[in-house]
Structures are given as structure tokens and as C-alpha cells.
């Protein structure tokens, strides 16, 4: 078998190519939950916090001061944007959320859920504390009357 008869089984196996819809798929999430944060979310954060714009707060590790976040950069200074960690912060929160849900969507789907605890089969008898049936009357070891 050639390298690229090789390749090519690999490549088509079922595991690959859903992985591969998978991390095309994440990536296109990951945009849309980008922006959900970006511009849904933090706005309305920043509002609830005053008007704090999180995108734009940093610590200026250098001499000056500047105004914005891009006015720092331009100028060569380095900062710490503690600001881009928040939103980052809040964009793996969200992430990690909607994958929880979409999973938990999804077993219950394939009916995949989390079944119920099976009902009993045996009581415990009372006085030689075997297991003898539910149904049972009697116990099968000691031959006691079951309640």
C-alpha cells in the first residue's frame, strides 16, 4: 500500500472527519460567542459598572501616560491589559457554557440521559439480615415471617 493510499484511509476515517467538522465548527462558534462579549455582553457590563469600557484598561509598564490602550501601543509602550484578560475571561465563561448546554442538548437527544435509579429487587431480612426477594413472605435462610 502507497503512502498516499495510506493517507487517504486515514484522512476518511469516521473519527477524522468529524474532527475535523468539529474544529471548523468551534472556530465559527468562537467568533459568534467573540462577539456576543464584545458587543453584547461588556457593553451592557459596562454600563451596570459606570460606562467601563474593559477593553480599554491597562497599567502602562513604562514612562508616560496614555489616554488609550492603541495610543500606547503606537507609542512602543508596554502595557498590562488586564482589561483584554476580563473580556477573555468572560468569553471561556460563556464558551464553556454554551458547550455544557449544547452537549446536554444533545445526550438528551440520543437519549443519552441519565436514567433513574432501578427499583429495589431484595429487602433485607430482619433478623439473619440476609437478602431475600421483595416480594418475599417468608425469608428462605432463617424461615421468619417477613412484614
Given at each position: 500500500?502507497?503512502m ?11 473519527n ?7 474544529v471548523?465548527?468551534?472556530?465559527a462558534?468562537?467568533k ?12 451592557v ?10 477593553s480599554?484598561k ?8 496614555f ?10 509602550v ?8 476580563i473580556?477573555?475571561?468572560i ?10 448546554f449544547a ?5 438528551r437527544?440520543q437519549?443519552?440521559e441519565e436514567?433513574?435509579p ?5 429487602k433485607?431480612?430482619?433478623e439473619?439480615l ?11 435462610y432463617?424461615?421468619i415471617?417477613?412484614?
Amino acid at each position: 500500500m502507497s503512502m498516499f493510499e495510506e493517507f487517504t484511509k486515514f484522512a476518511m476515517r469516521g473519527n477524522v472527519v468529524d474532527m475535523a467538522v468539529g474544529v471548523v465548527m468551534g472556530g465559527a462558534f468562537g467568533k459568534i460567542v467573540s462577539s456576543l462579549v464584545a458587543d453584547v455582553i461588556m457593553p451592557v457590563v459596562g454600563k451596570l459598572t459606570g460606562g467601563v469600557d474593559f477593553s480599554n484598561k491597562f497599567i502602562v509598564l513604562g514612562d508616560g501616560e496614555f489616554a488609550t490602550l492603541d495610543a500606547a501601543k503606537e507609542a512602543g509602550v508596554a502595557t498590562l491589559n488586564y482589561g483584554i484578560f476580563i473580556d477573555a475571561g468572560i468569553n471561556f465563561l460563556i464558551i464553556a457554557a454554551a458547550i455544557f448546554f449544547a452537549i446536554k442538548v444533545m445526550n438528551r437527544l440520543q437519549g443519552e440521559e441519565e436514567e433513574a435509579p432501578a427499583e429495589p429487587t431484595t429487602k433485607e431480612c430482619g433478623e439473619c439480615l440476609l437478602e431475600v426477594p421483595i416480594k418475599a413472605t417468608r425469608c428462605g435462610y432463617c424461615t421468619i415471617e417477613l412484614t
